[in-house]
């Protein structure tokens, strides 16, 4: 089976950039959608951003759009999370999870994803 594993993540000011990454093994990447989600303490884990098979659809949350990037290089297996303009709310795991439904990228839903990572901390200060 596949493995997610994600890097970037740190101790940033607000205002602040970081880049996430996520490693996927195998030789399918390509055939699964990707998505970014957060689990902030005591808070349920919640899409942050979403990007389909190709690259060619995306989707962001509110509270991210404009400031957040997802892209994917397949040839290399990896999907990116830049994050610009961070906020003390940013704070959260992130991970990453793979899913090959093709109708997954317009459901977005968390429950059901076939793989997960095991997350990287992102800490905002300020």
């Known amino acids: 089976q596949v493995q997610l594993v994600e890097s970037g993540g740190g101790l940033v000011q607000a205002g602040g950039s970081l880049r996430l990454s996520c490693a996927a093994s195998g030789r399918t990447f390509s055939s699964y959608n990707m998505g970014w989600f957060r689990q902030a303490p005591g808070k349920e884990r919640d899409i942050v951003a979403a990007i389909d098979f190709s690259g060619a659809i995306t989707y962001y949350t509110d509270s991210v759009k404009g400031r957040f990037t997802i892209s994917r290089d397949n040839a290399k297996n990896t999907v990116y999370l830049q994050m610009n303009s961070l906020k003390p709310e940013d704070t959260a795991v992130y991970y990453c999870?793979?899913?090959?439904?093709?109708?997954?990228?317009?459901?977005?839903?968390?429950?059901?994803?076939?793989?997960w990572g095991k997350g990287t901390l992102v800490t905002v200060s300020s």
């Open positions: 999870g793979a899913d090959p439904r093709p109708s997954w990228i317009y459901t977005r839903t968390t429950e059901g994803m076939s793989y």
